[in-house]
């Protein structure tokens, strides 16, 4: 599953969207799904669903991480399935890269209509995760770019939580937050007094499988 | 893999403590194991975990919670194993009650030596993890009885952060939480005035796999 933000279509704002495949086979043929499929023996987890999405979107994530395995026993009409979901967050260039076609579609995370199998429950779940993240991690600077302005953390932070910060409290708080590094740049191009860049030097999250000393 | 609180022999002060599993068969037959073993197509994932926990160590613990899959190419010398780990913590009184005999022994969790396959890692990952919930979640009073005295929930944080805390802060940072209650009794028993118990209000983790609504 992948994340990435795009400009909601009315406002602009940015939004949480995310890529999904349309079934062409039963159960659940035709409805849309998120991109999965059999791990094979020679594959580790995050390769295996790492290839999912490149296959599926051409993409090649630099932040994955494993979500959660869903096990319930009826979660497929045909077979018992237990299928590890691992979850990708993806900066807003790298997303406009993402191929399309007509059984590969960017969706808004918080409309998406009926989808296969359990797929609402688990990306329910996610977005569950993904609030909880926000709240203390660093988990929102992998959807901005290397440099970004505070303004622009903050649209990420009401885009993930659905509801509008204060933004004098909210830069106090990112301000202080030590992984937040201020630059000698700004942004340029606006109307205004051009604001000024950050970056985040924090280390990426810890993935067991993916730890050098095991 | 459960964890319960029990005194360390020495010092009498509660520490990490986990029941192993002596392996009987190759591979790495002799060395000790955590509980395990292979999922039924009839059983949901947490229902498996507790199977085993309940076949090897007679315990039924009531906090539960997915781990992590592990799914490294080499985590057996003889077949491709994805391992869906799952946690208990149980109070001290749970943990008295527990089945030990030649085969199933309580180690300190920091004091294991070589276990079989990648268990030393995966236990790692596993008090990794309950450092980092420690900071700001419920997850000691899980490790407690009904009712605690702020003393006892600061030696919680010590045994799992191994490391002393300073009393008056932690007593003002635990009675700053909203979920600890204060109750009108007091502990019996000791030399010095009897310290107040408390109480958690908190609700258990949210484990996807037992929401009622999927």
Do not use: D
């Given at each position: 599953m992948i994340f990435a933000l795009r400009p909601s279509e009315r406002s602009g704002r940015p939004t949480l969207w995310i890529p999904l495949v349309r079934r062409?086979?039963?159960?659940?043929?035709g409805l849309w799904a998120l991109p999965g499929g059999p791990l094979s023996h020679t594959e580790s987890l995050p390769d295996a669903a790492l290839r999912n999405l490149r296959e599926t979107t051409g993409l090649a994530p630099s932040y994955l991480e494993q979500l959660y395995a869903f096990g319930g026993l009826h979660r497929s009409p045909t077979q018992r399935v237990v299928s590890i979901v691992y979850w990708a967050l993806v900066q807003p260039t790298e997303a406009a890269l993402a191929d399309e076609s007509e059984n590969v579609k960017w969706f808004r995370a918080d409309r998406l209509g009926e989808l296969a199998f359990d797929h609402n429950a688990i990306i329910d779940y996610a977005l569950w995760r993904l609030r909880n993240k926000m709240a203390?991690?660093?988990?929102?600077?992998?959807?901005?770019?290397e440099y970004f302005t505070l303004a622009q953390v903050r649209e990420v932070y009401e885009a993930v939580l659905d509801r509008e910060l204060d933004p004098a409290n909210f830069r106090r708080h990112v301000k202080a937050t030590p992984e937040i590094e201020e630059t000698d740049q700004y942004l340029q191009?606006?109307?205004?007094r051009p604001p000024r860049l950050y970056r985040f030097t924090g280390r990426p999250g810890l993935d067991p499988d993916n730890r050098s000393t095991p």
């Open positions: 062409i086979r039963e159960p659940f043929k203390y991690g660093s988990i929102a600077y992998h959807l901005l770019g191009g606006g109307k205004h």
